[in-house]
């Protein structure tokens, strides 16, 4: 199983960034797919997911109304479109791949590599 994020950089506070994230090795429609993030010297902690068929999607209380995650399972991809960014935005993001509809990063089994996102003021 290999899922490749992608789409980090550098952006300016209240610009946008769209992460990607690629999976393959895994019946991609049958799992859920989340977000998670970690900021330096910080827990990781959950961003969004999405259920397999794409038609519910939960979020972090502070990512609500900015944060949109979505998925093409005919490419095996999931998204997550970041508007209105922030300073406190700034960490690792990683992709995750499971089972259930959890916030908690422990009930993923599969992890992207992650993709550094940097907001600067």
């Known amino acids: 199983v290999q899922l490749q994020a992608s789409g980090g950089g550098l952006v300016q506070a209240g610009g946008s960034l769209r992460l990607s994230c690629a999976a393959s090795g895994l019946p991609f429609s049958s799992y859920v797919m989340g977000w998670f993030r970690q900021a330096p010297g910080k827990e990781r902690e959950f961003a969004a997911r999405?259920?397999?068929?794409?038609?519910?999607?939960y979020y972090a209380d502070s990512l609500k109304g900015r944060f949109t995650i979505s998925r093409d399972n005919a490419k095996n991809t999931v998204y997550l479109q970041m508007n209105s960014l922030k300073p406190e935005d700034t960490a690792v993001y990683y992709c995750a791949a499971g089972r259930y509809l959890a916030v908690d990063y422990k009930k993923y089994s599969y992890w992207g590599q992650g993709t550094l996102v940097t907001v600067s003021s």
């Open positions: 999405i259920s397999p068929s794409g038609g519910t999607t």
